[in-house]
């Protein structure tokens, strides 16, 4: 039996849903091991043994897979944005389909033998609308940089499985290479004024977080930076400069949070230039256009272009049509709402943040829509009224990864709506949350579809259509 420090060869024959590659031994034995790719014949070594698995770190690759592609950034491997980027983008595909029919199976319990392949995305690299940089007085250094001084001011992404650690980012393939001059100018502009960075061990500290949102369909381009307190006259000369070396950004802010977490949310804004927002537009499945108004704090899809897809596939799912009442809860700034508008009776839309819910209301009247309605509420209080849903006949979800609370499943496995359409980015708590909801035996998964939203990570868009049992053909 195998045990901790143990030097093995192995066969990887699949992916685990955090992109490990999976191996057995000759008993059976499961093994997950990081940087390895189907088809590798790689040795290993077992860093961590439990009773029923162990996890290994790649020593040596025997013989690659045929599978394995060049890595376009040079920050692979380290960085934790694109994890399985040198994997090719058809297997990637296939691994993530598996996943989402693993989760329905293993976690949820339902017997689905085949599922639809998943649907790759429009573009594979320079397709995110949205990056998000963190400052860090605690720089992870390269192998090749090892023997370098550390200087203590990062800016850039998280290193896997590190709390503080972050790795300088000097060329990202996800947003653009508009983004990525932003990004160097704004790392070299504080650095040479030696502006402290926030630390999380001190509490103390100015620089946080450089946000970058780009529309796709439009020529808009925001630059919000979060700090612990707004300097008028430190932000006034970035903001110049800005402005000065990169005149396509359109609207710049200063954000500040001085909340001991680490999260990239401002308390206050302060609008250096421009509107203080963007605008994006998104096609339905007729190619009509929408504007939708995003405010630094809103959420988007993050692939603008993929994101027209996974709209699309939700609206064939849910076969809206006119006579139909529809609830959007978890609704953002009212995408979904407002695509679907054209097509059935009347919307309401449901967010917990009131700037999500009041961007709706803007991104409503922009495309003079008047069948939205707009509520701000806690979801669980919401369905906790009977009332709020009486009259509506189907239901469009799309909730954060953490998925639902208990209590909403249990009131959803209760309710008559002819269809709901739940969308997650979350295989694991969908498959978690269907089951529950699936648990009175009133609905049951008519079509999956998972959607590629972020090629060359481990992580899965996935739309599943629930049919009430006594509405459905067959039932």
């Known amino acids: 039996m195998i045990k ?3 030097l093995i060869t192995v066969e990887v024959t699949s992916l685990n849903s955090e992109g490990k590659g999976i191996s ?6 499961v093994i997950f091991s990081e940087k390895t790719l189907p088809g590798d014949t790689a040795q290993i070594r077992i860093k961590k043994k439990k009773s029923n698995y162990a996890e290994a770190v ?35 595909l296939e691994f993530k389909t598996v996943v989402v029919q693993d989760a329905l199976q293993r976690i949820g319990g339902f017997d689905i033998p085949e599922i639809l392949p998943a649907l790759g995305s429009t573009e594979v690299f320079y397709y995110r609308n949205k990056m998000e940089y963190s400052f860090s007085d605690d720089e992870w250094l390269d192998a090749k940089d090892i023997d370098n001084e550390k200087d203590n001011y990062a800016l850039g992404l998280h290193v ?13 393939f996800l947003q653009s290479e508009l983004s990525n001059k932003i990004l160097n100018f704004t790392y070299n502009f504080f650095k040479e004024k030696k502006v402290s960075v926030y630390s999380t061990k001190t509490q103390s500290g100015m620089l946080r977080f450089l946000i970058i949102r ?23 000369e970035y903001s110049a400069r800005l402005k000065e070396l990169f005149p396509e950004i359109t609207t710049i802010i200063n954000s500040t949070t001085q909340k001991k977490a ?18 994006e537009i998104l096609k339905d499945s007729t190619g009509k256009e929408f504007s939708f108004k995003i ?7 993050t692939n603008t272009l993929q994101a027209e897809n996974l709209f699309r596939v939700m609206t064939e799912f849910g076969e809206f049509g006119k006579e139909d009442n529809v609830l959007d809860l978890y609704c953002g700034t009212g995408s979904v709402s407002i695509i679907l508008s054209e097509s059935v009776n009347k919307v309401k839309g449901v967010e917990l943040i009131q700037d999500s819910i009041n961007d709706a209301k803007i991104n409503s009247d922009l495309n003079s829509i008047t069948n939205c309605e707009y509520i701000c509420s806690d979801i669980k209080d919401f369905l906790e009224n009977p009332e709020s849903i009486s009259g509506y006949n189907k239901l469009v979800l799309d909730p954060p990864r953490s998925g639902l609370h208990p209590k909403i499943c249990e009131i ?51 739309i599943v259509s629930l049919v009430r049992k006594d509405t459905s053909q067959d039932s």
Not at 62 to 80: D, L, N, Y
Not at 217 to 230: A, G, K, P, S, Y
């Open 4 to 6: 901790k420090g143990d």
């Open 24 to 29: 057995k031994t000759d008993e059976g034995f």
């Open 58 to 92: 790649l020593v040596e690759l025997v013989k690659p897979s045929e599978f394995r592609t060049a890595a376009r950034c040079s920050h692979f491997g380290v960085c934790g944005g694109c994890k399985i980027q040198n994997y090719s983008y058809d297997k990637q």
């Open 160 to 172: 896997p499985g590190f709390h503080s650690k972050i790795i300088n980012i000097e060329n990202c």
């Open 214 to 236: 780009q529309s796709k369909n439009t020529n808009d381009l925001m630059v919000n930076l979060i700090t612990f307190e707004h300097d008028e006259k430190l932000m006034t």
């Open 262 to 279: 680490q999260v990239a949310f401002g308390e206050n804004e302060y609008i250096l230039h421009g509107k203080g927002f963007i605008t």
């Open 295 to 301: 405010s630094p704090q809103s959420f988007f899809q």
């Open 412 to 462: 959803l496995s209760e309710t008559e709506f002819e269809k709901i359409i739940y969308v997650s980015c979350n295989p694991h708590t969908q498959a978690r949350d269907l089951k529950m909801i699936c648990s009175r035996d009133k609905y049951k998964i008519e079509k999956i579809q998972p959607v590629d939203m972020f090629p060359h990570t481990y992580h899965i868009e996935n």
